[in-house]
Structures are given as C-alpha cells and as structure tokens.
C-alpha cells in the first residue's frame, strides 16, 4: 500500500504541493556525491581525538601528558588547564532555564572530576587521525574513583553520591539532622510542577474508579547514522573562524559557540554540510565542537575532529529515562476525572542545552492527550546521574507522555470492564470542543479524534480480530491488540511564550525567497535539514506561492553567511514554521510582483487576478504577465513604480501563534509466546492526522521511520549503565537498534483536520511516529497477556521480561 | 574504532603460512582469513596483535569437495558457499543451515567457515553444527596434517585444540544421505549472535530415530552436545509427541550456574530458550524428514 513517488516535470505547477514528488536530494546522497563533514579535505589538516574518562565518576588528581607530547606527529595536547590559561569561557550554557533550577558549570575538558564515562579530559591533535588514537593510549590520567548514582529516582535520595558541589556535604549528619535548614536533595536540577494539584486530589478522593501503574521510560541511545563531527580552520588576519559540522541548527550553534570561545558572533560562520540524521542528538552544543575550534585558534591550522560510533554511544545526548508513578480517576460511568503523575527525570551529569524543557514544558503539557480530563497535576524532578547528558530525541518529552497517558487509559479500561477503544472515544475531546483548553497550559487550536480511531479500527477489521482473539485464546495462543490514540505539539510557539516558559532562544523561523533576473529562484531557511527531503518538499511550497516550475527552485539551508537566521531543524517544526516562513516571503514576492505587474500592465493591483506564476487582467485575459517577466522588469528597473524598490526578494521572520497539534490512532496486533517471550506482529496500522501534507511519499517516510524506532523502545533499544556509571551498552553490538527483520509491515492512512493557525495548514510529522508507537506495542502485549493477569512491563519488553512476567518470576532483569 | 599499529604479512600457501607462524612465533600473532571475528575485536582495542598473517589468499583453502564418505569444506570458503551447496544441503543439511543463519548476506559473503571454527566463539553458529555433524577438523602444523574429532575440538571460550603452531585447513563432514537435520537460532536482536542455537541431526529407519546428534551454541562457554536429548530420542517413534518429551530433557545435563549470563539473557531463560529451541529444531527436522506426512496444503 505504499504511495508510488513521480517525478515533477510529470505534473503541473497546479499539483506541485501535495504530490507525492521524488525526492530531489537523492541521487547526490546515494551515489556517495553529497560531502558530508567528514569528507571535507584540506592539505593542511590535523586531527583531533578526545580522551574520555573512563571512570562514571572520579577525581583527576593529575594528568601526564608528556609521552603523548613527545611522539613523532603529534601537534598538540591540552587539558582543561590550557583552556583556562588561555582565557577562554569553555563553560557550556544552558538554553532553557526553569525556576530554581541548578546550572552546574559544564567545561568542555573536565578539570579535577569527570562525571559520566565519556566526559573529555584531554585532547590530542596530531598530524593523522590514527596517531591521534594511538596517543590517546600514552596520556596518563592519575583517577580517584568515586561512588556513583545512575537512576534518576535513586539520585535525589539524601545519601546519593553527589555530582556537583552546591548544597550541604549529604554525608555530614549534623546538616542533614538539622531541620531548620531546608536541603535540597543532592543531586536535584529542579523540581516542576504543572496543573492544579488541590482540583486533581480532589477527583482522587471522589473517584469511582482509580487505576495506577509504576512504570519507567527507558534511557535511549540515538544513533544518527553519521556520527558528530567537526572541521575547523582559523584566519588569524581576520579572526574568522570556519567552521563545518554536523548541526541541525548552525545559527543556533554559532550564537552559543561564540559565548563559549569567545568568539563575536559575526567572525563565526558555521556551516552544516550534508548531516546523516539527527533525531535531535544534533542540536545541543557539546564540547567536541568548540573544542575543535579551540585547537584550529590554538594552532593557526584546520582541524578535524570525527567521533567514533563508540564516542556517539557515551556522549550524545541520550533520550527519555524517566521514572514515573502515575495514576487515574474516574466515575463509576468510566469517564476519566483526573490525572496525576509524579516523574523523576535523569538529566545526565550536566544540563545539555535545552534538557530542561524536555521532562517539563514538552511532557507534562501533554499529559491530556486526546482525553477530557477536568484536572491534571505533574510533579518532576529533574536529576543528576553519572550518565551522558540527557536532551531531545526524537519526540523529546512527548513519547514519555503519550505513554503515560495510553498505558493509563488502556489500564483504565481494563479496569472499567470497558474495551479500550470504547472507553477511549468515551473520553475523548468532542470534535466540537475545540479550540480546547486543558489543564496543562495548552490549546489544542484543533482536533478530530473519532474519524482516525474509526478508520484504524476498520484497517484491523476490529470486531472480527477480536473474535480471533478469542478463538486463539482458546488453542492457547495469545494475540493482543494494543491501541494508542496520541496527540502531539510541534512547532513549539509562539517566541513569547517560550520566553514566559524560559527558552533562552525565539522560536520564530526566517525565510528568504529570491527571484532572480531569468525567473528562476532561490529560497533560503533558518531550518537545517538532515534527512527530512526540505529540498523537495520546500520546493514544492514556493513553487506553488509563486506559480514557478518545481525544477526552477533551489532551496539553500545550513550557511550561517548565507541565510538571514535560523532557528534550526527540531521538534518537528520544519514544515509548520520554517514552511510558513518561505510562504509568507513568497506571498511577499507575489505581493511586490503585483503592484509591478499592474504598473506595466496599465491596471490597478485589485484588478489582477494571479494563478500558475501569471498576472492576468479581471476580464482582459489577453493583458498578462508571468512572475518571470516581472523579475526580469524588477531587476532592470527602468519602469517601475514610483516608491519600489529594484529586486524581487523578500524575507520573512515567521512566529507562529500556536502549536501545531497532530494527532492519531495507531493499532499494533501481535501474537506473544509465553514459552519463549517472543513477540510476533500480525499488523501494525497507523492513522495519523498532520494536517495538510506538502509531499504524502515523505510524510509516510516520517511515520515509518517513528513507527520503527518507537518499536525499537518498545521491544529492544535501552541504554544500561552499571553502579559503576560504566556504560554496558556501547555498541551496536549491544545496544538492538531494530534491523529491517524486526519491524512489521505498517499499514498507513491520514485524516486531514489542517492547522488553522499557519497558512499552510500544515502540523509536523517527523516525529510522530515514535511518539505514536511505544505504547501501542505495550499495550498489544499487556492484552495478549491478559489471561495472565499482567498489567504492565517495563520497555524495552525483552523476551526474558515478558517470560518472566508470565512465570511470575521475580528475578532477572 | 582505531586498532593499534601492527605488522601485516600475506601468506601464499599453507606451507608459507607455517613458516611465517614460526618466523614471528615470540609475537602475539592473529590469522587473517575473512576477518568478520578478527577485525572487529582489533578496531574494539580488545585484540592488539604484534603481527597480522593474511591467510585470505591461499586459493587452495578455499572451496567444497564432495568426496567420498564425506564432505570437505576448505578454511577459507565462505558461509555462502555453504549455504549456497546444494551437496552440503542434501548431505548433511545442519551444516548448511547453520551457515544460512550466521549474519547477514555481505557478512556470509565474507566470512569463513575455517575462521568461524578456529574462533570457537561460544555464540557462533558453526561449532554446534560441526558437532551435531559429526564433522571433523583437519589441522596442518609443523609435523603434517592431524584430524581432530569435533568432539575434541571445542574446549572453552575461543579455545580449541588447535595448537599455537598449526593451521586448521580444512574440514570434513559424514555424508548423511536420507537423514534430517536442522539447526534453530535465537539470535541476538543487537548483534545477531546466538543467544542459543541448536543443531540436530536424526538418522532414521522408518520413522524409527536410529541415531542422533544435538548440540547447542551460546548456552555454555563452548559448544556442547545434549546427550539427555540425544537418549530420548535414540530407538524411538520419531513424532510430535517425542520431540516434546525429549526437548523437555535439553538442559538436564546442564549445569545453570555455568550457562551463559549477561545482558542479552540470564542464565536462566538461555536454559528455557534451549529447551524451546531444541524442540523447534527437531520440529524442522521432522518436517523436513521423510517419516513427516505431506504438508495439508
């Protein structure tokens, strides 16, 4: 059932936006044509390794260097020491702050403690990369070993080895005996809380029904298929800094790189060639970069930097790891009162750069999914662990969510005798309801949700799977059938709001749409694209503002010198805001090309009509001019009106009012083995609501894509560290990234409810699938397993949980 | 991802192979064949040989005999070869199976038979097959060439008979005509790995078991046959209701304490994943055996 791609030239310009177009990167990708960072050459290159401590948490009582300094090839070793002799800030900021939350210094070397296994401590740059490596091994690093803590929960414990010194020593009894002084837990970041925790005790207490579930949201690894990297080259003459790297923001990168290096913001200029995919673990500031940077100044030479697949898995930001206890209300009819979840988010040894908005603003905010629930209320606790910061990826804060939600509602009906998808629709939001204001501080400016549940339960042939069920029960087979009605927010709005919220940043997206001489155009976003096809898909919008062929719009993204500003490409925003920002400049072209046009033409602007890239006189069709002939006027400028300007460009700094808030159903059918724990899907079915699509062939890329890596939560992926803080899964070779084989053949389908709010009526759809997915798996499984009365299990659900859940085993992982 | 500088020498036949194995003999020295164990564990730091012998170009290790009596599989054929043989499939179809369940196809393409047993790696998917087939491992050292019973082989975790001094060049499978084998796997989701694999082969007389062989990969440090399977199985009607009760027996002989444990599984479920998998591996086999009635449709 998958959408058949065509090609452009085979369609007119009418068509363009919403066809399933071809993606136009492609052929560069996959001939080994693009350049990507690691591709860049330069004859003058040196290399950069980093050395990582080896240790969860320990003191660095010394660093010796001297062997490493001496080897024939190596340029240059530094440690946290030469970063500060040399004056420069290397601390890394946070860019999202929450009230009383702890920013903790985060250097980019490690000075006298490293605090998660992967944390830099040294660097070397040598003449090859291999050497680099090998002098990696002759640094000697004199470590005292210290205790760590690596659950989120356990962290904040009074006597949890502490990883930042700002409170109370936790082992002095004296402090901690004393209750005149209020402590903060050791290793507490913040504590948060949303909703009306007085409204929602209160359904608690008057409820009918209540159902609660412990559950955790395991810690993931990212895995973009490129891992980070950077080139760096300094211009002392002009104090330039070049840099190339792996960014899906690199106006974002420059803004907070130029605090770390000291660096003005105008002598930086950051490119992002092409970057291999992301899934958020691109947009946050490491130290690898600005330390690349700081040895290319150093040394008056370029240097590269390129991680390792072994340096991706202990340093970028990993996902999720939540620990949660969450409950529902409800009345003796089965309609839900209220909501309650106490979460205890782990952050990683430092705060990365937006990780505090993820377990708050992007998680609790959605806590009311597609539900009327009257009152909600969310606590979380945000804490230090020895493990790899912790940041978006993909979904960031909204699986955690969503599965809460699902895994609660699902729980709830269970509960109420009810069939899941009964109580569902019993509960959702009425179509006519909307705009609709939830407890949690948002509007979902629009929504449908009965259609989407209706068509996946007609994909599934609903009723009859059921009596299969039942029949298979019967010959000791258990096929479950697990639903997940999601709701998610892209396109995080309106910059006032995320300044109210505590973003650090606007959320705006800019746009730049140039017509040229000859007719042809070029378009250039603040988005950075590492995979999501904007080529195309951009293209398609501006062709079809400004009426010009597809083939004549080349679309430009990831050039700090070359686009206006940018916010980047994260949060599924792409297409909502940055899409909204060429179309509005494009409008503004068609705007200025307008009172042009009616100036040769003789006529007033009201008088024109524009269709297909042409102005054509109301009534006089003969009297016509296309946007071509008008740039060509505009830019010869020898007759045009008085008061404009010569050129056809426009720019536009969009910021949404709203949110988008796409939403769904998705349906996963599966048969489990009690014998072995096995999982075997017989379906997996999505119906996804986000709003209008641009270009449907990249939209269902998107959703099997987040359907394929939400399974991978849901059935393999985990990041296990050991007490140690010592990072067990750190290879492929261990951590289950789902193969091909491991995913089932998704059937999809749309609903179409267009955002109201931006001009496109498009919402955001590149992560919607892994926000979708997770509890859809857990909930088929904890259905099949119903005749074994189990509720819940813990993702990722391994073969060995689900055979010991079903043999009551309490041992084991 | 960066292995530590070594020196590299190609050999150019077995001989060339035995004097460069003496010539660096005071060296930690690897054997390069396919490279699929070696390379890896040199790029991961946990191999750091003074010196590599490439013995990837010795054209006579590589290719399938079929012989009288028996099968010979040269060292350096690759799994796809095997998997690929018609005569390994009909002869002795374990064998085969086994190398159809290693990796992936451009691993298979690569990677060698001789390699994969040399390695004795306890998740790989050879060694058991090897045993269930009775196979037997010819090695070439300073001395000449010596067999080695599959039996014999395997004695730890990436410890075999093999001497530091000899080659395995080659090894030798029993035709078993009209027998049924198979081999079922419970790889591993991350590294396609055995977490268990079985490896069975039934020789019967009628639907009389007159022989059999089944061994298991991934669940002890080494490759070991299930003798308690092997007892129940031996005399018996070959049905349905035999394999359940000699599945049943697949861990009897097993010391728990010593099976496997780590993240992929405990010790514990490796031993029910090893009754469940013997019982699917002599499912396969019966329904590939001629005793098994015709499929219904």
């Known amino acids: 059932m998958s959408i058949e791609t065509i090609e452009a030239e085979e369609i007119d310009v009418e068509e363009v936006l919403g066809s399933a177009i071809e993606r136009r990167e492609d052929p560069e990708l996959v001939t080994g044509e693009g350049v990507y960072t690691d591709d860049v050459q330069d004859p003058e290159l040196a290399h950069m390794a980093v050395l990582r401590s080896q240790y969860g948490h320990a003191e660095i009582d010394g660093i010796d260097t001297s062997e490493a300094e001496a080897m024939d090839g190596v340029i240059g070793v530094y440690t946290a020491e030469d970063i500060d002799e040399a004056g420069t800030p290397g601390d890394l900021p946070v860019g999202w702050l929450l009230p009383d939350l702890k920013t903790p210094s985060h250097p980019i070397l490690a000075g006298d403690r490293a605090r998660y296994q992967g944390d830099g401590v040294a660097v070397v740059v040598a003449e090859e990369r291999y050497l680099a490596h090998d002098a990696l091994d002759r640094i000697d690093v004199d470590y005292e070993r210290l205790d760590a803590v690596v659950d989120p929960k356990a962290a904040v414990e009074a006597d949890a080895p502490q990883l930042h010194d700002w409170s109370e020593d936790p082992t002095d009894t004296d402090v901690r005996d004393d209750e005149d002084i209020e402590r903060v837990p050791p290793n507490q970041a913040f504590d948060w809380e949303i909703g009306d925790s007085e409204a929602t005790d209160e359904a608690f207490e008057n409820a009918a029904h209540t159902v609660e579930v412990d559950l955790e949201n395991q810690r993931l690894i990212p895995n973009a298929m490129e891992p980070r990297a950077t080139v760096a080259e300094y211009k002392p003459g002009t104090g330039e800094v070049e840099v190339q790297m792996t960014s899906q923001n690199p106006h974002l990168h420059r803004q907070l790189m130029s605090a770390v290096l000291d660096v003005p913001e105008h002598k930086l200029h950051i490119v992002a060639p ?73 952050m990683g040894a430092y705060l990365s750069t937006f990780a505090p908005s993820i377990p708050t603003y992007l998680y609790g905010t959605l806590l009311s999914g597609q539900y009327d629930i009257p009152a909600i209320h969310c606590n979380v606790i945000g804490s230090f662990t020895n493990g790899a910061p912790v940041d978006a990826y993909r979904g960031a804060g909204r699986p955690e969510a969503l599965y809460v939600v699902e895994r609660l509602v699902t729980l709830g009906a269970r509960e109420m005798g009810m069939d899941p998808a009964a109580f569902r629709r019993q509960n959702f939001i009425p179509e006519d309801d909307f705009p609709h204001e939830t407890p949690v501080a948002v509007v979902y400016d629009s929504g449908d949700y009965e259609p989407a549940l209706d068509a996946a339960l007609e994909m599934v042939e609903y009723e009859e799977l059921r009596e299969r069920q039942a029949e298979l029960r019967e010959e000791d087979r258990y096929l479950g059938i697990g639903f997940s009605s999601y709701i998610e927010a892209c396109g995080l709005a309106p910059s006032e709001l995320a300044g109210q919220l505590g973003a650090q940043a606007g959320l705006w997206e800019s746009g730049l749409v140039r017509v040229h001489p000859s007719g042809t155009v070029t378009a250039f976003c603040g988005t950075s694209g590492h995979g999501q096809g904007h080529e195309t898909t951009y293209a398609q919008i501006v062709s079809d503002e400004l009426g010009v062929p597809y083939e004549d719009i080349e679309i430009v993204e990831g050039d700090t010198d070359e686009i206006p500003q940018g916010m ?134 998107q959703i099997h894509g987040g359907i394929a890596q939400g399974i991978g939560q849901a059935l393999y992926e985990g990041a296990v560290y050991d007490d140690n803080g010592t990072l067990l899964t750190g290879s492929m070779q261990d951590y289950a990234v789902p193969k091909a084989e491991h995913v089932p053949n998704m059937e999809t389908d749309a609903t179409v409810t267009p955002a109201p709010h931006n001009p496109l009526g498009v919402k955001g759809v590149g992560e919607a699938g892994t926000i979708a997915s997770p509890q859809a798996v857990v909930n088929a499984v904890t259905d099949a397993l119903q005749p074994f009365d189990i509720d819940h299990i813990d993702m990722p659900l391994t073969e060995e949980k689900v055979w010991r859940a079903v043999n009551g085993s309490e041992e084991g992982s | 991802m960066y292995p530590a500088p070594f020196e590299y020498e190609r050999a150019e036949s077995v001989e060339d192979a035995l004097s460069l194995m003496d010539e660096h003999s005071d060296s930690i020295t690897e054997l390069l064949a396919g490279g699929h164990s070696l390379l890896p564990t040199m790029k991961a730091g946990l191999a750091t040989p003074d010196v590599v012998i490439d013995i990837g170009e010795i054209d ?71 045993l269930a087939a009775d196979g037997t491992v010819i090695a070439h050292g300073p001395d ?95 049905t349905d209701e035999t394999i359940t009760t000699a599945a049943e027996r697949a861990t009897d002989d097993l010391d728990t304490a010593m099976v496997m444990d780590d993240l992929q599984a405990s010790n514990e479920f490796r031993a029910q994943l090893v009754e469940v998998y013997t019982e699917r591996a002599l499912d396969t086999a019966l329904d590939r055996s001629s005793v098994a009635p015709p499929a219904a449709d």
């Open chain 2, 144 to 238: 000449g060439e010596r067999s080695i019973a599959a039996d014999e082989f395997f004695e730890a975790s990436y410890m075999t008979a093999l001497a530091e001094d000899e080659l395995l060049t080659r090894i030798e499978l029993p035709k078993r005509g009209g027998h049924a084998g198979a081999y079922a796997k419970k790889p591993s989701p991350s590294s396609g790995y055995a977490i268990v694999g079985v490896a069975v082969v039934l020789e019967t007389d009628g639907n009389t078991v007159t022989d059999a062989r089944v061994a298991v990969n991934g669940a002890m440090d080494h490759a070991v046959r299930l003798e308690p399977v092997e007892e129940a199985l031996s005399g018996e009607s070959f």
């Open chain 1, 274 to 346: 092409e970057v291999g995919g992301g899934f958020g673990s691109k947009i946050h500031h490491y130290p690898d970069e600005a330390l690349t940077c700081w040895c290319a100044m150093q040394l008056e030479r370029p240097v590269k930097w390129q991680a390792t697949r072994s340096e991706t898995y202990l340093t970028d930001a990993h996902g999720r790891d939540h620990v949660t206890h969450a409950e529902l209300a409800m009345d003796d009819a089965g309609t839900i009162t209220g909501m309650r979840v106490t979460t205890y988010a782990g």
């Open chain 1, 568 to 701: 980047g490409t994260y949060g599924s925003r792409s297409a909502a805001v940055g899409g909204s920002a060429l179309a509005t400049s494009s409008q503004k072209v068609v705007d200025k090309a307008r009172t042009i046009a009616a100036h040769l033409l003789e006529t007033g602007e009201e008088d024109l009509e524009f269709e297909n890239g042409e102005f054509n006189v109301a009534g006089a069709p003969e009297r016509s001019m296309t946007i071509q002939e008008v740039a060509q006027q505009a830019y010869l400028a020898h007759n045009i009106p008085e008061g404009v300007e010569p050129g056809l460009e426009e720019t536009s700094f969009y910021d949404p009012e709203n949110f988008t808030f796409p939403f769904g159903t998705h349906v996963a059918v599966v048969e489990v083995d009690p014998e072995s724990g096995e999982i075997e899907f017989h379906q997996y079915a999505a119906v996804d609501d986000v709003g209008n699509q641009i270009n449907p062939k990249i939209v269902e890329g």
């Open chain 2, 60 to 130: 006579a290790l590589r290719g399938i005999e079929n012989a009288e009596g028996s099968i010979t599989v040269g060292a350096l054929t690759p799994y796809s070869a095997v998997d690929d043989s018609e005569t390994v499939w009909t002869e002795t179809a374990v064998f085969a199976d086994a190398a159809h369940h290693i990796g992936d196809v451009q691993v298979r393409n690569r990677g060698t038979v001789g390699g994969n047993i040399a390695h004795a790696d306890p998740a790989s998917d050879l060694p058991a097959a090897l």
